[in-house]
């Protein structure tokens, strides 16, 4: 797409569809999320949204302990290798490896993201931070420990619904000069799983051929050399129906339709699907646990404790980020960590 086209994305999109007909959402939501992370740091109070990372520096240095520990377990083989999925500024992993480095887990660092303006950012973060455009040119020398923190929330998804004459996609389509949702008339029973086949008329369920095949790559590369890995995001642990996709600007809810190429959109993650893929591939799965139960059972309570004591001017502030990143109505229910390893890996670990 042309720098040009890229600069007026809702009209890229009408001229696309006039001429060939509806588009997939996949294909909307896809096309979308590349101009707009690509264009801008979205990340923080000037941006669209603020990540766990961003809230508090112990969300990092927690996730650094259970790498170091699990590491540890493993019988520290080297040479070893930080993986990070959309690393937004690298806050997270500058401060997991901080805290990894104590216990003496010094991995060579790499990160996945397609945004030259973030690359720039974590360069800036990360002395020596190798980049990729996606996870096939990992390296291949040794065990990878992984980290994907609100990366699979904004890869595309499909809707379908169950019509009276079958399962039909969910489009994007044009009403005068609006982009609107449309439906498909090409029979999508081939596209459902199994367990959803039959669902009642109305339905509608969403799938992610793109996060799927992010998994298979990620379970077939812990298989084959080692590691362990940590993903982080909002969903839930069991498949559901609904349209979860919504957009956000500005740190608020917008219409999904209101500006293409300049908000966030995502959509709830499958964990069940992700740990099918994963189990499949030969990865052995730790376990899908709510953030706030994990990050309590790895020790925030009492870190954050001992930053009030050392603090004391600073207990309010580091109650509500405690509260934002473990209760229930804020990000602790809804957001999951599920936890995998490699072959020759522990099958356990903590907070699962």
């Not at 990070?84 to 806050?91: D, F, I, M």
Request: charged share 20%; no cysteine.
């Amino acid at each position: 797409m042309s720098g040009g086209a890229r600069a007026d994305l809702a009209g890229t999109f009408r001229r696309l569809i006039r001429e060939t007909g509806p588009i997939s959402l996949a294909q909307y939501m896809g096309e979308s999320n590349a101009h707009y992370y690509t264009s801008r740091d979205p990340l923080g109070d000037a941006g669209d949204f603020i990540t766990a990372p961003e809230v508090s520096q112990v969300f990092g240095e927690l996730i650094g302990l259970w790498l170091a520990d699990i590491w540890v377990r493993a019988g520290r083989p080297g040479p070893v290798h930080y993986v990070e999925l959309g690393p937004g500024r690298g806050t997270l992993a500058s401060d997991a490896l901080r805290t990894a480095g104590r216990y003496g887990l010094i991995p060579q660092v790499h990160f996945v993201e397609g945004s030259d303006a973030l690359r720039q950012i974590q360069r800036g973060t990360i002395r020596g931070v190798t980049h990729h455009a996606d996870v096939t040119t990992l390296p291949e020398d040794g065990p990878l420990l992984i980290i994907a923190n609100e990366f699979f929330d904004a890869l595309p998804v499909r809707q379908l619904l169950r019509a009276a004459e079958g399962w039909r996609e969910r489009m994007v389509g044009l009403e005068g000069d609006r982009l609107v949702f449309v439906y498909g008339d090409r029979p999508m029973d081939a596209a459902v799983p199994q367990s959803w086949r039959h669902a009642s008329q109305g339905t509608v369920i969403e799938t992610s051929p793109a996060a799927a095949a992010v998994m298979s790559e990620l379970a077939d590369r812990l298989v084959a050399q080692g590691g362990a890995a940590l993903m982080i995001d909002y969903g839930s642990r069991e498949s559901r129906a609904g349209s979860t996709l919504q957009a956000i600007k500005g740190h608020q809810k917008v219409d999904v339709f209101s500006a293409p190429g300049k908000m966030d959109l995502t959509a709830h993650v499958d964990f069940e699907v992700l740990s099918h893929v994963a189990q499949r591939q030969g990865a052995n799965l730790l376990g899908v646990q709510m953030q706030g139960e994990w990050l309590s059972a790895l020790g925030i309570d009492m870190r954050m404790e001992a930053l009030k004591r050392r603090a004391p001017d600073q207990a309010e502030k580091l109650a509500r980020q405690h509260a934002r990143l473990v209760a229930e109505d804020q990000m602790g229910l809804l957001f999951k960590v599920m936890g995998l390893s490699g072959k020759g890996w522990p099958a356990e670990a903590p907070g699962f």
